[in-house]
């Protein structure tokens, strides 16, 4: 099955610097990939997400890449801001007819120093 | 409109004992997913459901179950529990059709199991 690693467990950044999450997968038929954003106390939810006909995606201060050949995406935040600080989730799955299982990263945790 | 909903919020049992766990999926959604979210593991994806049917299930042992209604409610059932059970249940629901795919959280059960 799909196994999906993610990196780093706890990232500080400076508020205005950007922040950059990476996440391998490991099933090249996997063709969906969306990060999640939780914060404290609170239900996840979907923030970005790329299709694998894509190599870039963005959405105002955030943008996600897609490396197929690698096998790996990445989440990158420019000019963070204290409300970006939360654990952020990247997931793979393989799309069909329809949604299939989601395999999530381990999570990171951002925490922005203002 | 109303988002997904779980209840009960919290849960306490204890080992050995079954906990049965509820999720209203946003009106319209045909898809609900299990999570189980422990301290420290992330997403560990546990049930699809969708039309009422078992789509897929993720690796848990079979004391894990669930089922779907025909309003597309579903509850999870996990049997003879154990200490390590003790975690947040997520819910998500999707409208289960292709180019939809987003997965919309529900609050939790926290569950613990003493």
């Known amino acids: 099955g799909e196994n999906v690693e993610q990196h780093p467990s706890t990232l500080s950044v400076q508020e205005g610097d950007s922040a950059v999450i990476k996440c391998t997968y490991s099933d090249s038929a996997s063709n969906y990939f969306p990060w999640y954003k939780q914060e404290l106390g609170k239900r996840p939810q979907l923030i970005i997400d790329?299709?694998?006909?894509?190599g870039e995606k963005k959405d105002q201060r955030i943008a996600v890449t897609l490396n197929k050949t690698a096998k790996h995406f990445s989440l990158h935040i420019t000019e963070t801001q204290p409300e970006d600080s939360a654990v952020y989730f990247c997931?793979?799955?393989?799309?069909?007819?329809?949604?299939?299982?989601?395999?999530f990263g381990t999570g990171t945790r951002l925490t922005i120093i203002p | 409109e109303a988002g997904v909903t779980q209840s009960p919020t919290h849960l306490i049992k204890t080992r050995g004992q079954q906990a049965t766990l509820r999720c209203s999926p946003i009106?319209?959604?045909?898809?609900v997913y299990w999570y189980q979210q422990a301290l420290g593991l992330g997403l560990q994806f546990l049930l699809w459901?969708?039309?009422?049917?078992?789509?897929n299930r993720g690796n848990f042992p079979p004391r894990f179950s669930g089922r779907q209604f025909p309003n597309y409610s579903s509850e999870l059932n996990v049997n003879a529990l154990e200490l390590e059970d003790s975690a947040l249940y997520l819910c998500?629901?999707?409208?289960?059709?292709?180019?939809?795919?987003?997965?919309?959280f529900g609050p939790g059960t926290r569950l613990t199991v003493t």
């Open positions: 997931a793979a799955s393989i799309i069909h007819f329809g949604n299939e299982k989601l395999t």
């Open positions: 790329i299709r694998s006909n894509v």
């Open positions: 009106s319209g959604h045909t898809s």
């Open positions: 998500a629901s999707s409208t289960g059709t292709s180019g939809s795919n987003e997965q919309y």
């Open positions: 459901y969708d039309e009422g049917e078992e789509r």
